[in-house]
């Protein structure tokens, strides 16, 4: 069995899940819910239906958007931290996506919300929804994007060893190691199973590796 990373699997999981639902959530509202209830309901039985929606769908707003951020951070460290990857450009764009990920949960929040400063973006819930789904869009493409830069900005052809072996395998002193190599601008030497890792000031290079690396790139597991 490949060297599976089990807590990347999961958390990519839950990840693609909550934004599915949440997502989902707000296109069927949009889309069906509104433009049924209105069509059909007079003013009063409308706002009846609109409080109990709010109250059922409420806890699974917050839920999702609990969920994502904790396995975004995740999937982050796992992911995107050198020396893994190069920062640029897939730190500048995960900040963007970051960003419109916390718009889409301002405005997620308030729509469920019963705050009475928000009463009035409730009362265009057709047009935030829509700004949620436009947003959420960007977003999908954006992490699609985040994908293709990560597996392109990786060492090329078995000269990295796997993301699941560098974070089950890599010995506790070596980031400390690291730390130490980069503050100081001396070169060093650190070794973990699978690469040697040489450290000349702020530059990483992954040289020579075993066997046990050489078959197993990063690329092929995530
Ligand atoms: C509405 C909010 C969000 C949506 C719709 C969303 C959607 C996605 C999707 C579709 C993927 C690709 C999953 C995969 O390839 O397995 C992804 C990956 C990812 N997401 Fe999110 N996400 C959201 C919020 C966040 C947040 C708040 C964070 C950070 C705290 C985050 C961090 C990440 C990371 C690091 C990845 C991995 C990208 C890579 O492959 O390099 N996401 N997200």
Redesign the pocket.
């Known amino acids: 069995m490949h060297d599976l990373n089990y807590l990347l699997l999961v958390s990519?999981w839950i990840?693609?899940s909550a934004?599915i639902l949440?997502?989902g959530g707000a296109a069927f509202m949009l889309l069906a819910l509104l433009p049924s209830a209105k069509s059909t309901l007079d003013d009063e039985a409308h706002q009846r239906l609109r409080e109990a929606v709010r109250k059922r769908w409420a806890p699974w707003v917050h839920t999702c958007i609990a969920l994502?951020?904790i396995?975004?951070?995740t999937?982050?460290l796992i992911?995107?931290l050198p020396p893994r990857i190069k920062p640029m450009p897939?730190h500048a764009i995960?900040g963007v996506?970051?960003l419109m990920?916390?718009g889409?949960?301002f405005l997620a929040t308030a729509l469920v919300g019963r705050s009475p400063g928000f009463a009035t973006l409730r009362e265009n819930s057709r047009t935030w929804l829509g700004a949620i789904l436009l947003l959420?869009a960007i977003?999908?493409l954006l992490?699609?994007l985040?994908?293709q830069v990560?597996l392109s900005s990786q060492p090329q052809n078995g000269d990295a060893p796997s993301v699941s072996a560098v974070t089950r395998k890599m010995p506790a002193a070596e980031p400390t190691m690291i730390a130490a190599s980069i503050m100081s601008h001396r070169p060093s030497r650190c070794r973990w199973p699978g690469a040697t890792m040489r450290m000349a000031g702020r530059r990483t290079l992954l040289a020579k590796p075993t066997a046990h690396a050489t078959s197993h790139t990063a690329a092929q597991h995530?």
Do not use: D, E
């Open positions: 990519r990840h693609l934004a949440a997502i994502l951020l396995t975004g951070a999937n982050f992911l995107a897939y995960f996506k970051f990920a916390l889409i949960f959420a977003i999908v992490s699609g985040l994908s990560r995530v």
